[in-house]
């Protein structure tokens, strides 16, 4: 079991997952996030190349629109 840390809060994870893969489990829509992950900003197409692992701190910003 990992620990990761998610906007503050910790989670824990049965195992290591790839980040775009942790954003599905948490029903999250890769097109409309911007992801730091250990004070790195993560470009879209890098989601699936970063593996999450125990001890991690993410921040995932939502793009919410409105007028």
Request: charge should be negative; glycine fraction near 8%.
């Amino acid at each position: 079991m990992i620990n990761v840390t998610i906007n503050g809060d910790t989670h824990h994870l049965d195992s290591c997952l790839k980040l775009n893969e942790l954003l599905l489990n948490f029903s999250i829509e890769i097109s409309k996030v911007a992801v730091e992950y250990n004070n790195e900003i993560v470009p879209r197409s890098m989601f699936e190349c970063i593996n999450i692992t125990d001890g991690d701190n993410l921040e995932i910003i939502h793009f919410i629109g409105g007028g």
